[in-house]
């Protein structure tokens, strides 16, 4: 029995021979290893360096640069002029740098996996994906109109505006017509209502007229009282002042709108009324001079200009209405006289220069009593269509034959839809240039 040498007994252990190497180790001295002259921007600055040594690093991040450094997203500054509005998607190509960490000039960053970089838009250019989707936008269907008659007005009611069946063809050509009621007016558009015989409906007419533009229309309205007699355009709207056209010109102080509104009176349409002489005691009549020097000032203020003639067309003031007018308003009665009378007014239109005003007159048959009219209105229209520009016939109606103030909400509809048809006719000539060259209207009459 043996011992073992960690302690324990073996029996049949064979005695341990000690390690004997087959080579023995060679010993390695110093002058067999290789001198190398290290870096010296690599091993530590020493003071008997030579002048030409490199300066050392002042940092790690300089001393060891890495391979790649990530740059860094700038800030947008106040001047770029994309800044909130600019893609997500955007971002700066990083620069690429080179082994002393110094960015290259017009080079792009090569990836690890030498992948193409994609091309990004210019900081100063939008994104074509951007303008893109913005071209795309749509507007959102918008909701029907709503109807104001009918059986279709019944149903949006009874549903509590859940059922809108939307507008009747009737609503739809109303509609349009107050399309062609608000076409724009550069300057001031002068209308004159007139006719030869009296009793017919001028006066009425002027303010169911001038109403209809003032109801639909956004701009300034007003209706002149050119009548040299005693006037009744002011009772038809109510009366907010006692001053006259007569008191307009003599009013040194006009120098803006509120001026001249001190002047007029309004309807609840917004049609402003300015009046004739009343005063009975006044022997000097309304002149053409004086209709020039009303328009003069009346011009820089209001957009459209209506003015209700007397009758007859011999008068002084006459001449100087249509000289200033862009288009006429004719108005005559469905009767065998007041045709004829119209008539008689165009001829003598023609025989005395104003033959650009007959191709732009509107001719407006007013009914003064109810029921059908004597003449046959289609053969009537027609006649009349041959020389002038449109034909309307204005229904009778129990609120306009009281004489009386006039409110739109008191028509009755076919009228209130005769004199939206009346003016569409009228507002046709807006954009057009009436008056011929060989007309002398000067732009400007200065106030004397």
């Known amino acids: 029995m043996v011992y073992s040498e960690f302690g324990g007994d073996h029996y049949n252990a064979q005695p341990s021979t000690p390690f004997t190497p087959s080579i023995p180790p060679k010993r390695i001295t110093t002058t067999e290893l290789p001198i190398v002259d290290p870096d010296p921007g690599e091993r530590p600055f020493l003071l008997s360096d030579d002048a030409t040594t490199p300066t050392p690093p002042q940092s790690f991040e300089s001393a060891f640069p890495p ?18 509005f600019r893609d997500p998607a955007y971002s700066p190509t990083p620069p690429v740098y080179s082994p002393d960490n110094t960015a290259l000039s017009g080079q792009t960053a090569t990836h690890v996996n030498n992948a193409p970089t994609p091309s990004t838009p210019s900081p100063s ?41 939307g507008l009747s063809t009737e609503e739809k050509e109303v509609e349009a017509l107050k399309e062609r009621v608000r076409q724009n007016v550069r300057g001031d558009y002068r ?24 109801s ?15 006037g009744t ?14 008191d307009l010109l003599e009013d040194p102080s006009i120098h803006r709108y509120s001026d001249v509104r001190a002047h007029t009176s309004q309807a609840l349409s917004r049609l402003e009324v300015l009046a004739s002489e009343s005063d009975p005691a006044i022997s000097e009549a309304f002149s053409e001079k004086d209709y020039r020097r009303t328009i003069d000032i009346l011009q820089s203020f209001y957009n459209i200009i209506l003015t209700d003639c007397d009758t007859g067309l011999m008068h002084d ?35 005395h220069g104003y033959q650009h005003l007959v191709k732009r007159t509107v001719v407006a048959i007013c009914s003064s009593r109810a029921g059908s009219a004597s003449i046959d209105m289609d053969q009537l229209q027609a006649t009349f269509n041959q020389r002038c520009a449109a034909v309307h016939l204005i229904p009778f109606d129990e609120h306009l034959a009281e004489g009386s103030e006039v409110d739109m909400d008191k028509m009755g509809k076919a009228t209130r839809r005769a004199f939206i048809e009346l003016a569409a006719s009228v507002a046709d000539g807006f954009s057009q240039t009436l008056v011929p060259t060989s007309v002398k209207r000067p732009e400007k009459h200065h106030v004397e």
């Open 233 to 246: 355009l002011a009772q038809r709207v109510p009366q907010q002042t006692n001053s006259t056209v007569r």
């Open 67 to 84: 391979a790649y450094k990530e740059p860094t997203t700038p800030s947008p500054s106040f001047s770029d002029p994309y800044l909130g």
């Open 125 to 165: 250019t939008p994104s074509p994906s951007t303008l893109s989707a913005i071209d795309t936008v749509q507007n959102v269907p918008t909701a029907k109109a709503v109807p104001q008659s009918g059986w279709r007005k019944f149903i949006y009611k009874a549903s509590r505006g859940t059922i809108n069946p």
């Open 191 to 214: 209308i004159a209502c007139l006719s030869l015989k009296g009793g017919v409906g001028k006066t009425t007419t002027t303010v169911g007229l001038g109403s209809t533009f003032a």
């Open 216 to 230: 639909l229309r956004g701009d300034r309205i007003i209706a002149i009282d050119a009548n040299p007699d005693l």
């Open 317 to 351: 003031a006459m001449h100087g209405v249509l000289d200033l007018a862009d288009s006429l308003v004719l108005v005559s009665s469905p009767a065998i006289d007041g045709a004829r009378s119209a008539w008689s007014t165009l001829n003598w239109l023609d025989a």
